[in-house]
């Protein structure tokens, strides 16, 4: 990737805490004007990633470099160049929310006038704009995190971090705010996801890295990742009554089957094989009452990746 493409380069950052390793090794490119997805359980690395990346804390190896600005290399980007939306919120809760957001505004650089107009155009957008005077504290817990997201993003930063945006949110917020980080890039902002919410992000991101253990276990676009998957389709079945896994397991087109419940089954298959003999099978011997098929999800792809890194770490 040419340089002129890449807004934020990491090379081989490592940090451990004692003798606990969070990062180990990690390496990517983000590239200007993408949404960018940070992907893994709790505990996978992330937060201490982007904690890096914010110059919060530093890695104990390797390097991190921003091209913000003229393309030129920054290991610490201007308030004004970035938002950050941390995982631990901590905006003040017994100020009115206007004075709090134009606050943050002006010491990202902006005018106090545009940082109030600015607050006052998300807030109307959030639909907040009528509790502007009100103290923080008085917002329930979904609402506090909108005002905290309009704090990290009112100066239009070039790069913006959302460290686990969607916590606190309902469903309906959470399909509100997919729409809303698609607009931040696509006004021109350079978007860095951490989240654990695969079926979400994976609907979003331009690419993704898959962390476990601080690790990458996966690289690359949603359809790069799911083409190296060891699967294929992946087919749901429900039996009238428990059907026997071995019988299934034992077709010669099963990569693994789970039990949804103790009628229902997900069956992938191997890459390029054909459902019909499985289906045979499975008629014959129990009496089926719905097929449909899914497509293989980031989440399916990360278990079985977690998995393998574990049979590796094993060996």
Avoid: C
Wanted: aromatic residues 6%; charged residues 30%; glycine residues 6%.
């Amino acid at each position: 990737m040419d340089k002129l493409d890449v807004i934020l380069k990491v090379d081989s950052i490592l940090k451990q805490f004692g003798k606990i390793t969070a990062v180990n090794n990690l390496s990517f490119n983000i590239n200007r004007g993408e949404i960018f997805a940070l992907l893994g359980p709790n505990g996978a690395g992330k937060t201490t990633a982007v904690r890096m990346l914010m110059n919060i804390i530093k890695p104990d190896e390797g390097k991190i470099e921003f091209y913000l600005k003229e393309n030129k290399s920054s290991h610490i980007p201007l308030a004004s160049e970035l938002g950050y939306l941390p995982e631990e919120r901590g905006l003040y809760q017994e100020i009115p929310i206007i004075k709090t957001l134009v606050f943050m505004g002006t010491i990202r650089g902006m005018e106090k006038k545009q940082a109030q107009r600015s607050s006052e155009e998300w807030l109307e957008k959030l639909e907040l704009l009528d509790r502007k005077n009100e103290k923080l504290s008085t917002l329930s817990k979904g609402n506090q995190q909108k005002v905290q997201f309009i704090s990290s993003v009112l100066h239009n930063p070039s790069f913006a971090v959302l460290d686990e945006p969607f916590a606190g949110f309902d469903p309906i917020n959470q399909e509100a705010f997919l729409t809303i980080i698609k607009e931040l890039r696509d006004k021109g902002s350079t978007i860095l996801l951490s989240a654990h919410q695969m079926h979400l992000v994976e609907r979003i991101a331009d690419r993704v890295l898959l962390l476990n253990n601080g690790k990458n276990i996966a690289y690359g676009t949603v359809d790069e990742i799911k083409k190296d998957f060891s699967t294929g389709e992946k087919i749901i079945i429900k039996f009238e009554s428990k059907p026997e896994i071995s019988l299934l397991l034992n077709d010669d087109a099963v990569e693994k089957v789970e039990f949804i419940n103790d009628t229902e089954i997900k069956i992938f298959l191997k890459q390029n094989k054909s459902l019909s003999g499985l289906l045979n099978k499975a008629a014959s011997n129990y009496k089926i009452t719905s097929v449909r098929t899914e497509q293989v999800s980031l989440h399916d792809i990360f278990i079985e990746r977690i998995s393998k890194d574990k049979g590796d770490g094993n060996e």
